[in-house]
């Protein structure tokens, strides 16, 4: 394993040991399903996902910023502007193209179904950051690949904006609050757990809400974002509607979503409100 690769995965490790912590000290819900059920399903298609991506696309952000640094056609490897400067605006690319992936997840069938496995979790912790189709997995890594080979975002900033990621992508579905005071001075400038959790709402009009991944700027900017009360945040049902709710940790099951028609539900309704710890 490579340097970046060893010490990405470390701060994934280290995200989850301090968020867990958050998540048994202050949990914004009780959890009903065994956590163990909940978390072997979620590592095992992260595990997938990682798998294909390493076996059809064997390279990393940063080796393809590392290839492209010195291409006349790049965009940031241009020194018009200070290094700072183009790390910045590279992150701000990258972080402006996964909520476009997003969003374009969610209003194109044919991607909507290699998504809707994210948003069949009928509960919501930080393992539901590892929840994706291993195909969504490939995607989301090609159109990131692509950005950098076509702007020539400096290494160091797709190093720091895949660690970032790492983090957010745990912190963002934690099962716990910030503190009032701090959520108050977070929002404006990153996506809290509060404020990514209506996003899996059973409602339908709120999962096209705060697609945001690091940012919600862009949310703000084209109309997705919903400024929710961390109230409301905890009073809310996860999942799909039009989802079985018994086969929300049925991994063939999920892995076969992209490519079978979805029955109509079982009558397995995600739990009320009364399950808020
Ligand atoms: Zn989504």
């Known amino acids: 394993m490579d340097h970046e690769g060893a010490v990405l995965w470390r701060t994934l490790g280290i995200c989850f040991a301090v968020i867990g912590v958050c998540e048994l000290a202050w949990p914004a819900y009780r959890l009903r399903k065994p956590l163990e059920r909940r978390w072997g399903v979620h590592v095992v298609l992260f595990a997938l996902g990682n798998v294909l991506v390493l076996a059809t696309v064997p390279l990393s952000g940063v080796a393809v910023a590392l290839a492209v640094e010195h291409s006349r056609f790049g965009l940031f490897n241009q020194s018009v502007l200070p290094f700072w400067m183009r790390c910045a605006a590279g992150i ?12 374009l997840m969610h209003t194109t069938p044919w991607l909507w179904r290699i998504h809707l496995l994210h948003h069949t979790d009928t509960e919501i912790d930080l393992t539901t950051g590892l929840r994706f189709h291993p195909l969504e997995a490939w995607v989301a890594g090609i159109v990131g690949l692509g950005v950098i080979a076509a702007t020539a975002i400096p290494p160091a900033g797709v190093f720091l904006f895949e660690m970032m990621v790492q ?111």
């Open 167 to 277: 983090f957010q992508a745990v912190a963002a579905h934690a099962n716990s609050s910030l503190p009032p005071r701090l959520e108050r001075i977070c929002r404006p400038f990153f996506i809290t757990p509060d404020l990514h959790r209506i996003h899996h709402s059973i409602k339908e009009a709120d999962q096209g809400r705060n697609l945001g991944v690091l940012f919600p700027w862009w949310d703000r900017w084209f109309a997705t974002y919903r400024d929710v009360t961390v109230v409301e945040s905890k009073a809310m049902n996860f999942g799909l509607a039009d989802f079985p709710a018994t086969k929300a940790l049925h991994l063939p099951y999920l892995l076969a979503t992209p490519f079978v028609k979805l029955p109509s539900p079982d009558g397995a309704v995600p739990e009320p409100v009364s399950r808020r710890a």
């Open 92 to 103: 701000l690319v990258l972080d402006l193209a996964r909520y476009g992936t997003h969003r």
